[in-house]
């Protein structure tokens, strides 16, 4: 009985390794290099980017925060102010803007990167931010 019990722990290590190792040779194979805010898109050409990782620049043209809207989110308008277009907008939802160092809306008319997955929302390209270490302010 013992040795049967053995033969199963030992059989489900070889398993578990054997699994560990497949998937950190699919994470180290990931495609792509890590996206910084080095080589960025202009806020205008963010719409050729959607659906990937990205670093977008723009200036800020316009801050807005919405507590009415579900998430009370803040809006940074990069290229233009809401409603107009083109624009590229940068969400920030309420849990996470207590982590910012500054008020948003001292950004306002700054020139800004953030680093995230281009989305869209009403055909307006957007990247939400999660954190911090995302935005980066360039001037």
Known sequence: ??????????GAVIVLAVV???????LSEAPGDPVDCD???AWDAAGQVVGESAAIEGPVTDVTHAPEVGGAPTFLNLGAAHPEEPRFDVVVYEDTREAFDAP?????GATVCVVGEVRTRD???QIVLGAPPQLERRD
Not at 1 to 10: F, N
Not at 20 to 26: K, Q, V, W
Not at 104 to 108: Q, T, V
């Open 20 to 26: 560990a190792i497949g998937l950190g040779r699919t």
């Open 39 to 41: 080589d960025p898109v």
């Open 104 to 108: 948003l809306e001292d950004l306002e």
């Open 123 to 125: 055909g307006v390209p």
């Open 1 to 10: 009985m013992l040795a049967r019990l053995r033969t199963l722990l030992v």
